[in-house]
């Protein structure tokens, strides 16, 4: 099991450049993480993930996007919008981790596109810069649009990851911190643990269904 | 007013947290206030007021905090949300929790790092560009060293406007 942190942003969209991401994510317990606009690698013994994030964009351009990315090897996310813009994406070949569900509006996610999330093997993300950021009303509705979200998750159990949204390596928080922070939203170990695997499991190639033994 | 006696004393647990970046200078009644508030924004007043948070002692980039025993599970979460101090961007690393204030310093003092002199960073380095001692240069732009330590430089922008700091490794300035 590899403890992934779904997304970083490293200079020059922070102040951090990747490589010292990576440093000071291995001493908080990662062992990999998904660098936004920056090309793969590793470091120090921690894998660098390359990652796009397309938001604000018609399904058309999310389309034309994922089509031109989806041989660079990148793992692709997408913006959520409403519950029919969610619903077309995850159906999308190539898309892996649908992001933001907290801002998008409250009917963006429901039973069945937990369905169809779980079906097409596409991770929900976990923003957890909005929990350690965000005071008040904002960080009360996240905490309550997570909590809904994992109920969908036990459910139908599709992937779920976590990210910390960093722009700065200071935006970083322990795996222990993490688990604490996931605490608030009725996340257990278990869960937590299997969520930091979750960009494993959505980039890891589905098993055929018929396997040659001999 | 006497001294309660020891049985009849509230038991608590300190907390050592190391305060980043290195270099940072700490008011311990700024970060008394802070933390207050990140712990009654999450957990309210109720909470709090059993938490009981304190800040003990700020030495050497560690901080000491101070909590009613059985709640530092909330008091830390409650730090993990701490991102800045007074507008100055920190972050709290939680180190060691014990039941002593004496047994955290030595902590600290076991584990106090070395911190190298900015002149030493930029004789080793290749992509200075030719750059003072004390400077280098990263993305084709002259930046000052404000604190090194093992493969980690901190680097401020030169100049007195725009005085970003940028956190860097010895292999980004090499490159």
Redesign the interface.
Known sequence: MKITDAAVFPYPCGDTSVRRLALEAKALGFDSLIAMDTPAGSFDGMEILSGIIVQDATMRDVIAKVKRAKDSGAVISVSARDNGFNRAVISLKGVHILRGIQAADKMAFDHVTAKMAADNNVAIDLDLSVLIGARGIARQRAIHRYRDMLTFERRFEFPVTLSSYARSYLDLRAVREITGLCSLIGMDISGVETAFDGVGRVTTPPMSAVRVIS | MSPRPPTLRENRRYILVRV??AGTVIDQKELYYTISDAVT??WGDAAAGVIMQAVVAAEHGHVIIRCRRGTE?EL??AL??V?ACRDV???L??VAASGTIESLRERIRAGKPVTEPASEIVTGSAGTGGAEPGECVF?EKPFLIAQCNG??VDVIEKGFKNA??????R??LEN
């Open positions: 980043e970046p924004s999450l599970k830390a979460i993990s949300t991102t961007r920190l972050a690393r939680i993305a493969q980690k970003h700091r940028l956190f860097l490794t292999s980004d």
